[in-house]
């Protein structure tokens, strides 16, 4: 795999945004993991600076490091790949064979870290390797004042523009809820009329308030995609064409729930 498909894996900005991701996922699910799954992230965590949110650890690696039995770590990494924190990227070798897996942090999360909690992300989180960075000076540094950089970047561009209580009172607050993390009040307006738009091309039989749950995890595999740079255009474009897609496939499972439609012009259903 080479180094500009590695880029298009990650799945965040920096390794701030990629901290508290994993902190979010452990102050929600900590409790529940076994000890050797918090080893087994804690390396993969600490191995995932580089390219913020992937790992390059080979199961056996993360078994000779974390002093951990192979078994013990494959059911690790499926748990937290089951708990959507991970996805297996798979790799093939030049010679045709299949590689190893790449483990890729998810961005796409429900789980985040309460606000009182964020103060303390930097002293929680994990260091990267010695090895890997053993100046500590940005100046001396070209990767950590890159990552610097682009931190200050990506905290420009997420700046609040107003507060979400003055959007207009038809935007169902559910979607507001998945939205606001991602997108600023007039994004997540402009989202919502992406929405009513595509709702107005089918012929569904409830409102569009009675489809919220599909319209908002359209909306956070559109965030996936665009965190994974799989969107070509705009995010709005593909979110539209992707809301489309669910609506049609709504209307189609409405129609085969009510045996009174023996007919159906599937041909024509987006006319």
Not at 17 to 43: D, I, M, Q
Not at 75 to 81: G, K, P, Q, S, T
Not at 156 to 166: H, L, R, S
Not at 203 to 219: G, S
Request: charged residues 25%.
């Amino acid at each position: 795999m080479n180094i500009e498909a590695v880029r298009n894996l990650q799945s965040f900005p920096n390794t701030k945004e990629l901290n508290l991701r994993v902190r979010g996922f452990l102050f929600h699910h900590k409790p529940k993991l076994s000890e050797g799954t918090l080893a087994v992230l804690r390396y993969i965590w600490r191995h995932s600076v580089k390219y913020p949110g992937v790992s390059f650890a080979k199961v056996e690696t993360i078994q000779n490091k974390t002093n951990k039995s192979r078994s013990t770590v494959i059911r690790a990494i499926n748990c937290l790949v089951n708990k959507q924190l991970l996805t297996r990227v798979p790799t093939v070798r030049p010679n045709g064979k299949r590689g190893v897996n790449i483990l890729v942090f998810r961005a796409d999360a429900e789980e985040r870290l309460p606000e009182n909690e964020i103060k303390g992300e930097a002293a929680a989180a994990p260091q990267a390797p010695a090895h890997k960075d053993v100046s500590s000076s940005p100046a001396d540094n070209p990767l950590r004042k890159a990552e610097e950089k682009q931190s200050e970047t990506h905290s420009e561009k997420n700046a609040p523009v107003m507060n979400t209580e003055y959007l207009p009172s038809y935007i169902p607050e559910t979607f507001i809820e998945v939205a606001r993390p991602f997108s600023s009040p007039k994004e997540v307006l402009s989202a919502w009329q992406s929405v009513q738009r595509a709702y107005s091309k089918v012929n569904l039989k409830q409102p569009v308030d009675m489809y919220i749950e599909r319209i908002n995890k359209t909306f956070k595999q559109a965030v996936f995609a665009k965190h994974h740079r799989l969107i070509r255009k705009t995010f709005l474009g593909y979110f539209y064409g992707s809301l489309k897609e669910t609506f049609t496939q709504i209307v189609r499972e409405e129609v085969m729930a009510d045996p009174s439609n023996l007919y159906y012009d599937w041909l024509n259903e987006d006319a």
